[in-house]
């Protein structure tokens, strides 16, 4: 589909354009609830993670594209992780033929993915007599079926060497066999549901001979399982004696995790262990493909309303700095000798006029942690990222309309992206208002909204830069947030950093303030502009 050495985030860019899903790039696990797929941080220099990834991405994007989810919550799933099972290794092989046939490339990704736990397999293989026959008849379906739908040559002899594993102990191996060949058949979830039943009708009758004993359960755990096998096999009464034993035997295998099923490591889990907490945040997903934050309360305003006498201080400090730089730009600027011949005419301004604002131009760019800590009401009225947002859209207002002043403002993390925008520089904050009212959110990604901020300020053209970052925890990846400080120093960007109940913040910020409440905010801010924007001491310079 894609070529494997193009940059992840537009490879993830058009995953979500191609099969309508969100998909991000944040934390340390890969994950999906059906609607958003999220991948860990990658070294996306390593050409074989990055396969992955695009394999992982490419399955559950299939899902999403072709399986039907109401399936799952017919009730022969219910209390029954066999089903489930059988259901998602026969569907998972349905969804990767057929976005392997409709996408180009696809198929060697996948491929990849799904031969990554040869480990697992050797480790299975050897102990497999040891193991409860369910487990192992659902290793031979998975790569039976892969053998029918994906071709994938190195699952025959996977086959093989279960089918004759299997044979001594299970009876109705060779009909399963035939009905997971005939499932490549199914059109969509419910038929190939229909052949799920089909098969574990086969296996539920079928007789058994095991080598798992349950002698070596206490009789707590005896009891425990007796009522787990009592609640998942009374709705088939006509079950085998054999099947009964060894349903106990699967569940107890799995102790409620379904990774434990087969030996197959799924993508998520892939994923989440080949993590790279240094991986370069400038190639982030978050920062390549920008968004706007989602419009909140539409009078969030008046919440910013009752705080104005921040808002007009601020005013009035900035607006006096901007006003004393422009004149002392003006006294030392060149006069144009044309205007001077019209001063007698009532020409006033006889300076050149491109260098006005050159001497006076300021960007601040003002990011907020919206994580889910953040979520913490400290028992005051707001939350702490409530305080955050209200304290930020007084912060814009503040600095909107003062001539030489271009502000915006960021959120960490977005709910599509890992930092999104609620104020660019060419916006106005007053119609902007909505969009700062957002609810905490999954981890920190200060790092991509260090990155997305330094970016900006290439365009902003401004002589002074600052970046002011209201946070309340350590970030997802230290290092990489160092990596932005460094660039920030040799872009002459000052970075000012305020904290809630946070010490962390002293370890990274050279220039920062640690605040005991969220209520504190905005005389923090106060305090923080008092001293960026000291008049005096430009007096004296």
């Not at 009212?437 to 997305?452: C, K």
Request: charged share 25%; aromatic share 10%.
């Amino acid at each position: 589909m894609f070529n494997s050495i193009a940059p992840m985030p537009i490879i993830v860019k058009n995953y979500a354009r191609k099969f309508g899903v969100t998909v991000r790039m944040q934390g340390s696990l890969a994950y999906t609830n059906g609607k958003t797929i999220t991948i860990p941080r990658l070294d996306i220099t390593d050409p074989i993670k990055a396969r992955l990834a695009y394999g992982y991405l490419a399955h559950e994007s299939a899902h999403v594209r072709y399986t039907d989810f109401s399936i799952l919550k017919r009730k022969e799933f219910k209390n029954n992780e066999l089903m489930f099972s059988l259901f998602n290794i026969l569907e998972d092989s349905r969804i990767e033929n057929l976005i392997s046939k409709e996408f180009i490339g696809v198929y060697e990704n996948i491929a990849l993915l799904n031969d990554y736990y040869k480990k697992e397999w050797m480790d299975f293989v050897k102990k497999a007599n040891s193991k409860p026959v369910l487990n192992v008849l659902l290793s031979f379906i998975q790569v039976y079926s892969h053998c029918y739908f994906q071709k994938y040559e190195c699952d025959y002899s996977k086959a093989r060497q279960l089918y004759f594993l299997l044979k001594p102990r299970f009876n109705k191996l060779n009909a399963v066999a035939r009905l997971v060949k005939e499932s490549t058949k199914a059109k969509d979830s419910l038929e190939m549901f229909k052949y799920c039943k089909k098969i574990y009708e086969l296996i539920s009758k079928a007789e058994y001979k095991s080598n798992q004993s349950q002698n070596d359960l206490d009789t707590e755990e005896r009891n425990d399982y007796l009522e787990l096998k009592t609640k998942q096999v009374k709705q088939d009464d006509n079950c085998s004696k054999g099947f009964k034993a060894e349903f106990v035997n699967f569940n107890r295998e799995l102790n409620g995790d379904r990774d434990k099923a087969t030996p197959f490591k799924g993508g998520a889990s892939i994923l989440s262990e080949i993590a790279d907490n240094n991986s370069s945040t400038r190639d982030d997903f978050g920062v390549i493909d920008e968004q706007e934050t989602d419009r909140g309360d539409p009078n969030f305003i008046t919440k910013a309303k009752e705080v104005y006498a921040l808002r007009a201080t601020i005013y009035r400090k900035l607006n006096a700095y901007v006003e004393l730089l422009k004149e002392r730009g003006q006294s030392g600027r060149k006069i144009d000798i044309y205007k001077a011949q019209r001063l007698r005419l009532g020409e006033e301004n006889i300076f050149f006029r491109n260098s006005v604002a050159e001497d006076y131009s300021t960007s601040i760019q003002i990011l907020v942690d919206v994580s889910s800590s953040m979520l913490t009401t400290d028992g005051l009225n707001y939350s702490r990222a409530e305080y955050a947002c209200i304290c930020a859209l007084n912060l814009a207002l503040a600095l909107e309309g003062i001539d030489g002043i271009k502000s915006a403002c960021h959120f960490f993390p977005g709910k599509n992206n890992e930092c999104e925008t609620a104020l660019d520089f060419n916006q106005r904050a007053s119609k902007r208002a909505p969009f700062f009212d957002q609810r905490p959110r999954g981890s920190t990604p200060l790092a991509q909204a260090l990155f997305l901020a330094l970016n900006k300020i290439i365009n902003a053209n401004c002589n002074r830069n600052i970046i002011i970052v209201l946070t309340d925890g350590m970030p997802d990846s230290v290092s990489n947030v160092k990596h932005g400080f460094d660039i920030a120093k040799k872009m002459n960007v000052e970075i000012y950093g305020i904290s809630i109940r946070s010490e962390f913040i002293e370890k990274l910020f050279e220039n920062y303030q640690v605040i005991e409440s969220p209520s504190e905010l905005n005389k923090a801010v106060l305090n923080l502009f008092s001293k960026v924007f000291d008049i005096q001491k430009l007096k004296v310079a």
